[in-house]
């Protein structure tokens, strides 16, 4: 199992980005994916998720503003993230759930300034 977020960087408070993570080594379709993030200090959270199905489902933090989707013909899952706040800067990380196995990628930074 391989997961690789890309997508982060510096933007401006109100800015948006689109992280994406690239999957291999499983059936990515069968799986649901979610996105987690973790500021310093703090404990890692999640952010979205979505199932096989394609229902997502959200924190509330981030409701109205992110939008997780994923296209299974390129195994890949994206987060989009508007209106962003300084709040929301933390390094990104895609998790997949199989069993008793969790799976992370290597994650991606975020940093909103204000």
């Known amino acids: 199992v391989q997961l690789v977020e890309s997508g982060g960087g510096l933007v401006q408070a109100g800015g948006s980005l689109r992280l994406s993570c690239a999957a291999s080594?499983?059936?990515?379709?069968?799986?649901?994916i979610g996105w987690y993030r973790q500021a310093p200090g703090t404990q890692r959270e999640r952010v979205a998720i979505?199932?096989?199905?394609?229902?997502?489902n959200y924190a509330a933090s981030v409701k109205g503003r992110f939008t997780i989707s994923r296209d299974n013909a390129k195994n890949t899952v994206y987060l989009q993230m508007n209106s962003l706040k300084p709040e929301d800067t933390a390094v990104y990380y895609c998790?997949?759930?199989?069993?008793?196995?969790?799976?992370w990628g290597q994650g991606t930074q975020v940093t909103v300034s204000s």
């Open positions: 979505i199932t096989s199905g394609g229902s997502t």
């Open positions: 080594g499983f059936t990515f379709a069968d799986y649901a």
């Open positions: 998790n997949l759930l199989r069993g008793p196995h969790a799976y």
